[in-house]
């Protein structure tokens, strides 16, 4: 009996959500964060050159070296969406949820979060990227209101919808039985490491050019709380099969350590956009 009931208890997978899983979600949160940020300014250089501006692409800024219209400041706005758009047709096609998945969701969120924030600023800052490329089209008073609300009912969107795919990780349908767990478990796996996420991208971004980045990153995670508490009235997540809890994952680091030397030893020292032969670097870092 003893040695059966030992083989029961070996076998049975670990439930409960584990440390090491809330800060492989941070970590993921951070390259989410990270891959939007250099998605919107990838999207800025890509305008620009098209613009003929000459956009120099930095790991947190873009510079244009020459004059032309302000809709090349709109191209941030346009990739992040595409971009999120992207990887959320690819989420479904994985079947796994590990921390690759877990990642994916969090690119996903922070790609439409930039692009729907920015939205949102169009008539509240004047001098925002997005503000400027949409003042310089002729379009009839007001509308700058129907993008902001827009923006504001697409980012509150992700962030509801984003509450049943964060619950799907639970590894038991018992984890989130109620409200409160539910609550508590995309707390721990949403809010929790949206929160920390900006200290770990912060030094990606560094140096600071002053260009408010790095300034923007400790509310970056704020969109969660209303994952939280979408969560609460979520019902429609079925768990199925009993499955061991994830715990921590490498590949959320690895991938933001490579972000990071792409960042400083590449981006940091400025490539023009199309990149040009006769000079790689615009300027040593």
């Keep these: 009996m003893d040695a059966e009931t030992l083989t029961v208890t070996e076998s049975r997978p670990r439930s409960g959500t584990r440390f090491g899983f809330i800060a492989t979600s941070a970590v993921a949160s951070a390259v989410g964060v990270v891959v939007a940020a250099f998605t919107d300014l990838l999207g800025l250089a890509v305008t620009g050159a098209l613009g003929g501006r000459e956009p120099v692409l930095y790991h947190n800024d873009v510079a244009f070296r020459a004059g032309g219209s302000d809709l090349a400041l709109g191209g941030g706005v346009v990739l992040s969406l595409v971009v999120g758009a992207f990887f959320l047709l690819l989420y479904p096609g994985s079947r796994r949820y590990d921390a690759a998945r877990l990642t994916t969701l969090w690119v996903i969120l922070h790609c439409f979060r930039q692009g729907f924030t920015q939205m949102v600023a169009v008539p509240l800052d004047a001098d925002s990227n997005a503000a400027l490329a949409f003042s310089a089209l002729d379009v009839p008073p007001g509308l700058d209101l129907v993008i902001a609300t827009a923006g504001a009912v697409g980012l509150l969107s992700i962030a509801l919808a984003s509450a049943p795919a964060f619950l799907a990780f639970a590894p038991t349908q018992r984890e989130i039985a109620s409200g409160s767990r539910r609550a508590g478990f995309t707390a721990k796996l949403a809010l929790i490491p949206g929160v920390v996420d900006p200290l770990l991208a912060v030094p990606v971004f560094l140096p600071d050019p002053g260009n408010g980045l790095i300034q923007s990153l400790p509310f970056v995670g704020a969109f969660t709380i209303a994952t939280?508490?979408?969560?609460?009235?979520?019902?429609?997540?079925?768990?199925?099969?009993?499955?061991?809890?994830?715990?921590?994952?490498?590949?959320?680091?690895?991938?933001?350590?490579?972000?990071g030397l792409i960042a400083q030893f590449l981006l940091a020292r400025g490539i023009l956009i199309p990149p040009s032969l006769d000079q790689v670097f615009i300027e040593s870092s």
């Design 228 to 259: 939280v508490i979408a969560a609460v009235g979520t019902r429609s997540v079925t768990i199925g099969d009993y499955r061991d809890a994830p715990g921590w994952s490498w590949l959320p680091l690895a991938w933001l350590v490579v972000l």
